[in-house]
């Protein structure tokens, strides 16, 4: 158990993913659109959005990771790269949230750079932050650092099926708990 505080609920986050799903397969019919989720918080809510989305499509995957030292100038480093040629395709990048937004205006330049048709940017959560970049479809905002549903604390907690808030200091006891365990 933990006691991480819900912020979004699971039923809050069905509801919400399903609409954002509805509205994309109505603006995206004929396009074929190519979904591409951000490793590794975006696998829950890609997995969820997908099943929303019902006009015909593809998906894939790319793993990035900021340059240590130069974050500010939004160079990422890719990790994982896109598996397929995405010249003259409908991209709809899938990221879990916006913080900075210096990852996604790297990635959204790549893909254009590439040749596709287009590049959108669907979040699940963003925060309320000034962004580098705005998202074309967006679930929440937040302003507290949310693990669950994909997004983690030092790879912990993406299998909360909510969005919860995390406060290392009320997570101290609980983690000592589990390594108690664990030892
Ligand atoms: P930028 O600043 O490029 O960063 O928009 C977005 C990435 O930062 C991470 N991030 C978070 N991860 N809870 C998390 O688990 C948070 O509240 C949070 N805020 C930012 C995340 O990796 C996201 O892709
Ligand atoms: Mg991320």
Redesign the pocket.
């Known amino acids: 158990m933990n006691n991480i505080p819900i912020l979004f609920s699971k039923e809050e986050i069905e509801d919400c993913v399903h609409k954002l799903g509805k509205e994309i397969s109505r603006d995206y019919l004929g396009k074929n659109p190519l979904f591409v989720g951000?490793l590794?918080?975006?696998f829950v809510f890609m997995a969820d959005l997908l099943r929303s989305v019902d006009i015909p499509c593809s998906m894939d995957f790319m793993a990035v990771s900021?340059y240590s030292g130069v974050?500010s100038t939004?160079s990422?480093k890719i990790n994982k790269d896109l598996s397929e040629d995405i010249a003259s395709r409908h991209i709809i990048i899938v990221?879990?949230?916006?913080?900075?937004?210096?990852?996604?205006?790297?990635l959204k330049r790549l893909l254009q750079a590439r040749g596709a048709a287009s590049v959108k940017v669907i979040t699940l959560?963003e925060?309320e932050v000034d962004?580098?970049?705005k998202p074309d479809y967006c679930g929440f905002r937040?302003n507290?650092?949310?693990?669950g549903y994909?997004?983690?604390?030092n790879e912990r907690?993406r299998n909360l099926p909510y969005i919860g808030v995390?406060n290392p200091e009320a997570q101290k006891e609980t983690l000592n708990g589990v390594n108690g365990i664990l030892d």
């Open positions: 951000v590794k918080g975006s900021s974050k939004g990422v990221e879990d949230i916006l913080d900075s937004g210096l990852t996604l205006t790297y959560l925060k962004h580098a970049i937040c507290d650092f949310v693990v994909g997004l983690d604390y907690y995390f």
